[in-house]
Every structure is written in C-alpha cells, then in structure tokens.
C-alpha cells in the first residue's frame, strides 16, 4: 500500500485583527497518529477546520502527496473530519447512517463490532452521547479518505468506550493518517506518535511528552 503525505504550511489566521495562527507548519503521513494538544483557545479547531477547508485562512498552503489543494473540493475524497458536533442527522436509524455512510461490502464487518451490534435496532436520536460519538468516529475512520482529523473525540466517552476509540484509531493508522485534538491528553499521548503543541499561534514540533510540561501546557506530576 502506497504512503500518502499531507502538509499544510504557512497557515495564518486572525479573528478580529488577534492573531490566532501565525505561521503553523504541519505534516502528517500514513501511519502518523499525531495528537494536537493546546490550551483552550489556542486554535486547535481553527487548525483542523482550515485544514479541511470550511474555515477560511488568511494564508495557507495545503499539499498532498507533493501537490498544492488550492481548493476545498480537491480534499473531499482525501480528508475526513470529525467535528465538536454531531454530524449523523437525528431522523436516521443507526442502520439507515450505515448503510450510507459505509459501502456495502463493509458492513456486515462495520456491525460486527461489539458496540455497533448493540446499537442496531436504535434511532440515532436514542443513542447516548458516547454511543453516538463511538458510532461517528467509526464511520468517518471507514471511510476511504487518506487523512482523518479527529476534534475532541473522547468528548463523553467512558474508559471502556476511550479504549474502544483508540483501538480503532490505532487499526485505522496502519493506512491513514490520523491527527486527534482532544484534552484528554492522558489518551492523545497514549495513542499518537508525535506530538504537536499550540501554542501562542504557533505550532511546536515535541520530541517527547516531557516538553508539554517545559512548554507550560501541563504542570509538574501530571504526566
Ligand atoms: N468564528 C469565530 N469568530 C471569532 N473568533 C473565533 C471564531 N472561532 C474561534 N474564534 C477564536 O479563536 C480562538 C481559537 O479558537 P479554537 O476554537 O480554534 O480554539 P481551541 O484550541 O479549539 O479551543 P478549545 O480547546 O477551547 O476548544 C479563540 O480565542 C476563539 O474565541
């Protein structure tokens, strides 16, 4: 299977002349699992939502596989995103979300999953938040993109459920690249293998988890 290479460079944003980021560099390859930890406010959602196009930037420059997406259309097919919100409409069943979202011969192994089996016979709208947000994250890992960014996505997931999400995370790594904003940092750093901070609009590059507590983001003792 070929290795893909995503980068998104020179990114600058401003709300309200306050600059949010000043020229952010990022690169993410198959097999890459990058957690993207930061303060809140750091601009951890604005940087993915550019990256997948539904957010303008300033400046930005985002290349796959050597070639310039000048255009959100260009990266439908080659990045996926999982937003802070629920993305599968209400009105569905959770057999109707699946079976438009995974191609059919996936999903008699998409339901064979554990959790999926016990949430088959529900309305989307019946499932809990961690149901919910288990089912989303294993539909957009499903699908063929080549990048997945992954916002907040242990928001209301218990233990069993977290441990659930970063197996997943971490089968679906093997042919994606996978980058996962979240503050649960225990499970970003358990499950990523590079770490990225933000941090003042800027992105830095850690070479190990030590530098969250030298950088400001965690304090002593809490690694
Ligand atoms: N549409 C907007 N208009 C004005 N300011 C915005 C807008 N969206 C975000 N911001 C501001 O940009 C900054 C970064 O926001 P962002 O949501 O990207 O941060 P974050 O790191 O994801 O935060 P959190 O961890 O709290 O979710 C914040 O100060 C926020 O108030």
Same mark, same amino acid.
């Given at each position: 299977?070929?290795?893909?290479?995503?980068?998104i460079?020179?990114v600058?944003k401003?709300f309200?002349?306050?600059?949010i980021l000043?020229?952010v560099?990022l690169?993410?390859?198959?097999?890459?699992?990058i957690g993207l930890l930061g303060r809140n406010g750091s601009g951890k959602s604005t940087l993915l939502k550019i990256i997948f196009g539904i957010t303008y930037a300033?400046?930005?420059?985002?290349?796959?596989?050597?070639?310039?997406?000048?255009?959100?259309?260009?990266?439908?097919?080659?990045i996926?995103y999982l937003s802070q919100d629920?993305s $599968?409409?209400?009105?569905?069943?959770? !057999? /109707?979300?699946?079976? #438009? =979202?995974?191609?059919?011969? @996936?999903? %008699? *192994?998409?339901?064979?999953?554990? $959790?999926?089996?016990?949430?088959?016979? !529900? /309305?989307?709208?019946? #499932? =809990?938040?961690?149901?919910? @947000?288990? %089912? *989303?994250?294993?539909?957009?890992?499903?699908?063929?993109?080549?990048?997945?960014l992954l916002d907040e996505p242990y928001n209301?997931?218990?233990?069993?459920?977290? *441990?659930?999400?970063?197996?997943?995370?971490?089968?679906?790594?093997?042919?994606?690249?996978?980058i996962i904003s979240d503050h649960?940092?225990?499970?970003v750093?358990?499950?990523?293998?590079?770490?990225v901070l933000l941090?003042?609009g800027?992105a830095?590059?850690?070479?190990?988890?030590?530098?969250?507590?030298?950088?400001?983001?965690?304090?002593?003792?809490?690694?």
């Amino acid at each position: 299977m070929k290795n893909h290479l995503l980068e998104i460079d020179s990114v600058q944003k401003t709300f309200d002349n306050k600059n949010i980021l000043s020229d952010v560099y990022l690169k993410c390859e198959t097999k890459d699992i990058i957690g993207l930890l930061g303060r809140n406010g750091s601009g951890k959602s604005t940087l993915l939502k550019i990256i997948f196009g539904i957010t303008y930037a300033d400046f930005k420059f985002v290349r796959i596989d050597g070639n310039v997406k000048a255009k959100t259309k260009d990266l439908l097919d080659e990045i996926s995103y999982l937003s802070q919100d629920n993305s $599968i409409p209400n009105v569905f069943s959770v !057999k /109707k979300a699946i079976q #438009l =979202s995974v191609p059919k011969e @996936r999903i %008699l *192994e998409f339901c064979a999953d554990e $959790i999926i089996v016990t949430m088959l016979e !529900k /309305k989307v709208s019946h #499932l =809990s938040g961690g149901e919910l @947000r288990y %089912l *989303e994250i294993k539909i957009i890992l499903n699908n063929s993109s080549k990048f997945v960014l992954l916002d907040e996505p242990y928001n209301g997931l218990s233990p069993l459920m977290v *441990e659930k999400v970063n197996e997943l995370v971490f089968e679906n790594s093997k042919t994606k690249g996978i980058i996962i904003s979240d503050h649960n940092y225990e499970n970003v750093i358990k499950v990523s293998n590079k770490l990225v901070l933000l941090k003042e609009g800027k992105a830095h590059h850690l070479l190990c988890k030590e530098e969250l507590v030298d950088k400001g983001y965690l304090k002593e003792g809490m690694l």
